[in-house]
Each structure stands twice: as structure tokens, then as C-alpha cells.
């Protein structure tokens, strides 16, 4: 039975985190490391997990100062020892047989992926699911791709905690410091070292929405979107697909306006706006003269009125709502 290594990052839960190591603790699957990292919890989250330490000795509590999700994710990845790797945000919980069922199929594949559900913190009534269910399949990285950019499935398919994953896919992979959407940076990275990817459609993970979480901020982290698409690009130029590189390439513009929007008023949002664009250009540019997309030319101009460009994103989504 191969050690599995369970990463659980923690801040300011504590209504939620018993709930969720107990879950953990009660895993068919017993060759467990759990490993706690406090990310410097000013409630009562630290004092939560000492409670669980001395109930169960597969669990380790390291603290941090508060440096946010990403640092607390890659303390735990520090210290890891298990063969395969899983992530549970502190705030959610999962099925008690979810690592048994995951570590019984995975087979020879580098990482598996299983379906989520979307519950309320207490779990009182239904709410509208982001994405559809999966039945068991076997992807290659252009599949993979392909699900994410054109099958409504990105964040079933760029979220870090549905997944179990071999340990070796995150050798000189790390999560970057202070971005909200850490997992577009890194999934990429992981995705490019998996010769196999499995998915299961058992539904294993609990996805609690609570409405002071990080997701439900003013700020929903687009400019950090654009940035991590941005640096995907020379990956998925290996894949030899015009359609996956068109997408990558399209979906930028709209995350820079609406990035630019959302910091309206600060210099350093425009600031931003004006650096990732720049990069942006140079690299449709450089497309442009081997691909040319009539579609992605237009979308270069756009850029150069960014609030006219936000005007024509709302009046779309409104259209559709």
C-alpha cells in the first residue's frame, strides 16, 4: 500500500476544519501523511489543528507566517514523503473512500482527476453545479486541453484538490507567490509531464461555497488569468493545434480589460494592464504572421481602447443573461 500524502493548507477556518480533517481521518485508505499547514490563522484554526495531532500520528502541523495559499501548498510539498500527492483546501471536505477509489484506479496513469460537487457551508439546500459530470476516461494532453478551452471545463480541469498526482510531477514545480489563481500557473507545468491523464466519474470531493472566501473578493484575480495564459502559450505551441493556440490567444484580451476594470482607479492596475498587454502583442504579432485570424487581429485593435472593449464584454454577457 503506497504512502499518500495529503496537503491541507489553513487560515482563518475555523467553522470548517474539523469538518474536513475529520473527513480525511476517516479515509478507507489508511497509509496516509496528512500534512497541516497553518498559513498564520489569527482564529482559532491553529489551536484546532493541535487538538487533531495528538488523536492521530499520521498528521503533521507546520506554521507559517501569513504568506498565503500558494506558500502554504509548497511548506507542504517541502515535506512530503508519499508517493502520490492530494490536496483538500481547508474549507472542504470528501467522501471517506475518495483515496481508495482514486489510488484503485489510477493504474499507470501520472494523474487522475474525479468529479466534484458544488455544497453550501452547511449544507442546507442545492446549488447550480459549474461543470458537467464526467464519466471514466483516459486523456492525452491535447484532450486534456481540448476539455479545458472548448467543454466548459476549466475549473474541473485547473483546480489542485480533485486530483491525486504522482509526486515526481511537481519536482522543480512550485505554486507562485501572492496570485489568486495559482492553479492556472501551475497546471501547465503538471499537465506537461503526465504521458497519461485518468478521469473517474465518481463524485469524491466537496466544494463549499462560503461567501467571504477568496473567489467571492471584488477582485477576481483576471489580470492574473491573462498572466498565467500568457506564459502557457509555448507550451501548447508543441501540441500542434491551430484551434487550442486560437483560444489561448483569444481569451487573453477580454481577461486584460476586465482585469483593467476591476482596478479602476489604481495606478498600478493600469500599470499592469499596459505590461501585460505589451507582452500580449508581441506574441499575437509573432502568431500573426504564420496563423493570421481575422478574429485575433480585431481583438489587437480592441486592446487599444480597453474601456470600449469592456463596454462591448458587458453588453454581451447582458445579451446572454
Same mark, same amino acid.
Not at 493548507?9 to 500534512?35: A, D, F, G, T, W
Not at 492525452?140 to 471545463?153: G, N, P
Not at 489580470?223 to 483569444?250: D, T
Given at each position: #500500500?503506497?504512502?499518500?500524502?495529503?496537503?491541507?493548507?489553513v487560515?482563518?477556518?475555523?467553522?470548517? +476544519?474539523?469538518?474536513?480533517?475529520?473527513?480525511?481521518? &476517516?479515509?478507507?485508505?489508511?497509509?496516509?501523511?496528512?500534512?497541516?499547514?497553518?498559513?498564520?490563522?489569527?482564529?482559532?484554526?491553529?489551536?484546532i489543528?493541535?487538538?487533531?495531532?495528538?488523536?492521530?500520528?499520521?498528521?503533521?502541523?507546520?506554521?507559517?507566517?501569513?504568506l498565503?495559499?500558494s506558500?502554504?501548498?509548497?511548506?507542504?510539498?517541502?515535506?512530503?514523503?508519499?508517493? !502520490?500527492?492530494?490536496?483538500?483546501?481547508?474549507?472542504? !471536505?470528501?467522501?471517506? =473512500?475518495?483515496?481508495s477509489?482514486? #489510488?484503485?484506479?489510477?493504474?499507470?496513469?501520472?494523474?487522475?482527476?474525479?468529479?466534484?460537487?458544488?455544497?453550501?457551508?452547511?449544507?442546507?439546500?442545492?446549488?447550480l453545479?459549474?461543470? @458537467? #459530470?464526467? @464519466?471514466?476516461?483516459?486523456?492525452?494532453?491535447?484532450?486534456f486541453?481540448?476539455?479545458?478551452?472548448?467543454? =466548459?471545463?476549466?475549473?474541473?480541469?485547473?483546480?489542485?484538490?480533485?486530483?491525486? %498526482?504522482?509526486?515526481?510531477?511537481?519536482?522543480?514545480?512550485?505554486?507562485?507567490?501572492? &496570485?489568486?489563481?495559482?492553479?492556472? %500557473?501551475v497546471?501547465?507545468?503538471?499537465?506537461? @509531464?503526465?504521458?497519461?491523464?485518468?478521469?473517474?466519474?465518481?463524485?469524491?470531493?466537496?466544494?463549499?461555497?462560503?461567501?467571504?472566501?477568496? #473567489?467571492?473578493?471584488?477582485?477576481?484575480?483576471?489580470?492574473?488569468i491573462?498572466?498565467? +495564459?500568457?506564459?502557457?502559450?509555448?507550451?501548447?505551441?508543441? +501540441?500542434?493545434?491551430?484551434?487550442?493556440?486560437?483560444?489561448?490567444?483569444?481569451?487573453?484580451?477580454?481577461?486584460?480589460?476586465?482585469g483593467?476594470?476591476?482596478?479602476?482607479?489604481?495606478?498600478?492596475g493600469?500599470?499592469?494592464?499596459f505590461?501585460?498587454?505589451?507582452? !500580449?502583442?508581441?506574441?499575437?504579432?509573432? !502568431? +500573426?504572421?504564420?496563423?493570421?485570424?481575422?478574429?485575433?487581429?480585431?481583438?489587437?485593435?480592441?486592446?487599444?481602447?480597453? &474601456?470600449?472593449? %469592456?463596454?462591448?464584454?458587458?453588453?454581451?454577457?447582458?445579451?446572454?443573461?
Amino acid at each position: #500500500m503506497e504512502l499518500v500524502t495529503v496537503i491541507i493548507p489553513v487560515y482563518n477556518v475555523e467553522n470548517y +476544519l474539523s469538518k474536513c480533517i475529520k473527513s480525511i481521518l &476517516r479515509q478507507s485508505y489508511k497509509n496516509l501523511e496528512i500534512i497541516l499547514v497553518d498559513d498564520g490563522s489569527n482564529d482559532t484554526s491553529f489551536s484546532i489543528c493541535n487538538s487533531f495531532i495528538v488523536k492521530d500520528k499520521r498528521i503533521k502541523l507546520y506554521h507559517t507566517n501569513n504568506l498565503g495559499l500558494s506558500h502554504a501548498r509548497n511548506v507542504g510539498l517541502n515535506h512530503a514523503n508519499g508517493k !502520490y500527492i492530494v490536496f483538500i483546501d481547508s474549507d472542504d !471536505y470528501i467522501h471517506k =473512500d475518495m483515496i481508495s477509489i482514486m #489510488m484503485h484506479k489510477i493504474g499507470n496513469a501520472d494523474m487522475l482527476i474525479c468529479n466534484y460537487e458544488k455544497v453550501t457551508d452547511n449544507n442546507d439546500g442545492l446549488i447550480l453545479q459549474d461543470s @458537467k #459530470m464526467l @464519466k471514466e476516461d483516459t486523456w492525452s494532453l491535447k484532450q486534456f486541453w481540448q476539455y479545458y478551452y472548448f467543454d =466548459d471545463l476549466r475549473a474541473f480541469c485547473c483546480v489542485a484538490w480533485n486530483k491525486l %498526482y504522482k509526486k515526481d510531477l511537481f519536482d522543480n514545480v512550485r505554486y507562485p507567490l501572492n &496570485r489568486i489563481h495559482e492553479d492556472e %500557473y501551475v497546471i501547465g507545468k503538471i499537465v506537461n @509531464k503526465c504521458k497519461k491523464i485518468k478521469v473517474i466519474g465518481n463524485t469524491l470531493y466537496y466544494y463549499v461555497q462560503r461567501p467571504n472566501s477568496i #473567489m467571492h473578493q471584488s477582485y477576481h484575480g483576471n489580470f492574473e488569468i491573462a498572466e498565467a +495564459l500568457l506564459g502557457r502559450y509555448n507550451n501548447l505551441r508543441k +501540441l500542434n493545434s491551430v484551434k487550442i493556440l486560437n483560444e489561448n490567444l483569444n481569451e487573453i484580451p477580454g481577461f486584460l480589460v476586465t482585469g483593467l476594470d476591476e482596478t479602476y482607479g489604481q495606478g498600478k492596475g493600469k500599470e499592469r494592464y499596459f505590461f501585460l498587454r505589451k507582452k !500580449y502583442n508581441f506574441i499575437l504579432k509573432q !502568431y +500573426l504572421k504564420k496563423q493570421f485570424s481575422i478574429k485575433l487581429y480585431l481583438k489587437y485593435l480592441l486592446l487599444l481602447t480597453p &474601456r470600449f472593449y %469592456y463596454f462591448i464584454i458587458k453588453l454581451h454577457k447582458n445579451n446572454f443573461n
